[in-house]
Each structure stands twice: as C-alpha cells, then as structure tokens.
C-alpha cells in the first residue's frame, strides 16, 4: 500500500508563494505518476497538476501558469510550486499517484490519501 505525507502548506497573502512536497512510500517512485489535489470547505476534491514517471506534466485551467509540478526521484517526493496564490486557492492540498498516465482526475480512483496539507490564501 503506499504511503503519502504532504507537507509545506501554511498561511500566505494573495500573490504569494508557496511550495508544497509530498513523500511517497510503498511503491517504485521512479516509475510511479503523480498527482495533487485539493479540496475547498464544501466542495469536491478536484485535480491540480499531474506528472508522469519522465517528467510530462498536465494542469488544470484554473493553475496553469501559475502552478509548477516536478519530481524527485532520488529523494521520492514530488513538489507543487505555487505563484501568485489567489483566494480561491484556498484548500487542503493532497497528493495520490497511479500507474497510468495522465493520472486519474477523478478522485474516487483512488484508494488511500495522505492527511493533506493546508493552504490558506488570505485576499
């Protein structure tokens, strides 16, 4: 089973920055995509960037631009950089990975997550 721990979330005014990592555990990171998520008080968890195993990336229209996946694999972690931060950025940040890429969007797809990490975009 694998494991995800995010961390690097916090507090930051709108246009800021923030960079978020998360380790994964379990499975060969090398050759594992990956994924972050987030989910807003009263909404749905939704897909934020995805990665493939050789670097290829894929974001949703909301980040793109803004948003900056990339990936580790000496160290099993995969990073999100987020710019300009908006208020709508606002969430528990979470990542998941999949054997098949572009990684699910859907979260259901998805068996076990991490505790998440929070943002905090203050307007």
């Known amino acids: 089973q694998v494991q995800l721990v995010e961390s690097g979330g916090g507090l930051v005014q709108a246009g800021g920055s923030l960079r978020l990592s998360c380790v994964v555990s379990g499975r060969t990171f090398s050759r594992y995509n990956m994924g972050w998520f987030r989910q807003a008080p009263g909404k749905e968890r939704e897909f934020v960037a995805g990665?493939?195993?050789?670097?290829?990336?894929n974001y949703a229209d909301s980040v793109k631009g803004r948003f900056t996946i990339s990936r580790d694999n000496a160290k099993n972690t995969v990073y999100l950089q987020m710019n300009n931060l908006k208020y709508e950025d606002t969430a528990v940040y979470y990542c998941?990975?999949?054997?098949?890429?572009?990684?699910?969007?859907?979260?259901?797809?998805?068996?076990?997550w991490g505790q998440g990490t929070q943002v905090t975009v203050s307007s």
């Open positions: 998941n990975g999949a054997f098949r890429y572009p990684v699910p969007r859907d979260f259901h797809e998805y068996a076990n």
């Open positions: 990665i493939g195993w050789s670097g290829t990336t």
